[in-house]
């Protein structure tokens, strides 16, 4: 993505999702990015500098120290640079302290007003591939997942939340994703109520529990995120109930997803079906991924978010109560006129 600077101006990328995304270099630390009209500087601690060079996408690298603050002024007086835009929302106040003072008196240091995580939230068609990737390996992962608890409740052997967890970690790296988007929520019985519940050692399957499962991979870079909600023996009359009633919040939700809608739009179409349970649903509906696993735009009642074509967002009613919850998530691509459904697993009711 090209960005529209002036010949004198020039932007310093800092966090780690951006200089991926400008560059495509994914390391922790340690390296920065400057951007100016005609090229792009990847520079830091030399430890980073060599790999960094390999795998830049038409970047310069250098490799830089402490004693190495010529360096910078004389980049930006070789550039012509007469103003410098940095990260406002990522760099610490230390580190923009040492910028401003390496820069006294050749270019004016400034927040910049391009707001990256917006510029970013519209995916390109390498970036969409990378996500449905990542989405149809963790469908494959989710369905092991499924596998797994069939057979221990089949079998009557213990298998904690943890157990899960771990499992879906393991399977991740044997698909070769670098990594899951986030810690796994698995959640048996009453802790289905619980929204972001830490998976436990100590909470075991037993017949007749609800279980949820939010999970996601990584693959080269981009996210996935999906959740589904079983039950382990024929569901309640109010069970069935509260499950029919998300799964129709997030249809309705999903059918008014298209270009130019409001976000919080969305979001009150969710609340709408979910009539007098409304207030068991504690959090927003969803979120834009991407190389982040929360990206614009956010659906939530007051975001001022309007959709754009080229984003992916979640969409994840819930609701949650003393004796467990349901949450169904999915991900969705906003095309001009409708969307998209990039994931594809089924919402089974029972194991």
Request: glycine residues 6%.
């Amino acid at each position: 993505m090209k960005l529209s600077l002036k010949l004198s101006e020039s932007l310093l990328i800092t966090s780690r999702p951006n200089i991926f995304y400008f560059s495509g270099i994914d390391i922790s630390g340690g390296v920065f990015l400057l951007i100016t009209r005609e090229k792009k500087i990847i520079f830091g601690d030399a430890r980073f500098i060599k790999e960094a060079a390999r795998i830049a996408k038409g970047c310069e690298a250098v490799a830089v120290s402490k004693e190495s603050d010529a360096w910078w002024r004389e980049t930006l007086q070789k550039h012509r640079i007469k103003t410098l835009y940095f990260e406002p929302h990522d760099l610490t106040f230390a580190k923009l302290k040492r910028f401003k003072l390496l820069s006294r008196g050749v270019v004016r240091v400034m927040p910049s007003k391009i707001n990256l995580r917006e510029l970013r939230s519209i995916k390109r068609s390498d970036e969409l591939a990378a996500i449905k990737k990542a989405i149809s390996v963790t469908e494959d992962i989710m369905d092991e997942t499924v596998q797994q608890i069939r057979a221990a409740l089949r079998g009557r052997k213990h298998l904690s939340e943890r157990d899960c967890a771990l499992f879906i970690r393991s399977r991740a790296l044997y698909y070769g994703c670098e990594e899951l988007s986030f810690d796994p929520i698995i959640a048996f019985g009453k802790a289905s109520g619980v929204p972001h519940h830490l998976p436990s050692r100590a909470r075991f399957l037993k017949k007749g529990d609800i279980v949820l499962i939010d999970m996601g991979v990584k693959y080269r870079g981009y996210c996935a995120d999906i959740t589904r909600t079983f039950f382990t023996a024929p569901p309640t009359a109010q069970q069935t109930e509260i499950y029919n009633r998300v799964l129709a919040a997030q249809t309705d939700a999903i059918s008014l997803i298209k270009h130019g809608v409001r976000a919080s739009e969305v979001y009150e179409a969710a609340v709408k079906k979910l009539g007098s349970f409304a207030s068991h649903f504690t959090h927003g509906l969803g979120h834009g991924v991407g190389l982040e696993i929360h990206e614009h735009p956010n659906l939530k009642l007051k975001s001022p978010d309007i959709l754009q074509s080229g984003q992916v967002i979640t969409v994840e009613p819930g609701l949650y109560f003393s004796w467990g919850g349901v949450r169904i998530e999915d991900m969705v691509l906003v095309v001009k006129n409708s969307f998209s459904l990039v994931t594809r697993f089924t919402n089974p009711l029972l194991f």
